[in-house]
């Protein structure tokens, strides 16, 4: 039997797939909701790589060094032309080390935003991880912790 390369360019969107990725985008996002409320972000580690993934975040993308920076994120420039070049380039370092690297997860447009329609965007992972990272090292995501507690 002959064997074709698979082209993703002209593939077909099957809706019952989209679903299934939906689905398992949403259960993402409900299991690290519920682990920021058993433990403060700041507490968080999420691969072995973290650090480096950080420290790799920050250096290419200096206008993220902070927390106010990481607090809201605008989706337009994240998906324009130019920023998806240098997203590309930034996750595909971590390729071979991170599982599902380019896995679509479900990202909160603002720190202090829960998972809503209108402030949640659909983001490979490794944007997701570059970006909670930073959150939960500047100590943004600990609210969340703080909120189920009280």
Same mark, same amino acid.
């Given at each position: 039997?002959?064997?074709?390369?698979?082209?993703?360019?002209?593939?077909?969107?099957?809706?019952?797939?989209?679903?299934?990725?939906?689905?398992?985008?949403?259960?993402?996002?409900?299991?690290?909701?519920?682990?920021?409320?058993?433990?403060?972000?700041?507490?968080?580690?999420?691969?072995?790589?973290?650090?480096?993934?950080?420290?790799? %975040?920050? /250096?290419?993308?200096?206008?993220? &060094?902070?927390?106010?920076?990481? =607090?809201? @994120?605008? +989706? *337009?420039?994240? $998906?324009?032309?130019?920023?998806?070049?240098?997203?590309?380039?930034?996750?595909?370092?971590?390729?071979?080390?991170?599982?599902?690297?380019?896995?679509?997860?479900?990202?909160?447009?603002?720190?202090?935003?829960?998972?809503?329609?209108?402030?949640?965007?659909?983001?490979?992972?490794?944007? %997701?991880? /570059?970006?909670?990272?930073?959150? &939960?090292?500047?100590?943004?995501? =600990?609210? @969340?912790? +703080? *909120?189920?507690? $009280?």
């Amino acid at each position: 039997m002959a064997t074709t390369q698979f082209d993703a360019e002209n593939a077909d969107n099957l809706e019952d797939i989209e679903k299934q990725f939906a689905v398992k985008a949403v259960m993402h996002a409900q299991t690290y909701w519920t682990m920021m409320e058993k433990m403060r972000g700041s507490a968080m580690h999420f691969t072995r790589e973290d650090d480096e993934i950080y420290e790799t %975040f920050v /250096a290419e993308f200096p206008e993220y &060094n902070s927390a106010d920076a990481v =607090d809201k @994120i605008n +989706e *337009d420039e994240m $998906k324009s032309a130019k920023g998806k070049e240098r997203w590309r380039k930034f996750m595909n370092q971590f390729e071979k080390r991170v599982h599902d690297f380019n896995f679509g997860t479900l990202l909160r447009t603002a720190a202090r935003a829960e998972y809503q329609e209108d402030t949640t965007i659909f983001v490979p992972r490794m944007q %997701f991880l /570059a970006i909670e990272i930073a959150r &939960n090292r500047h100590g943004l995501n =600990d609210w @969340i912790y +703080e *909120d189920a507690h $009280k």
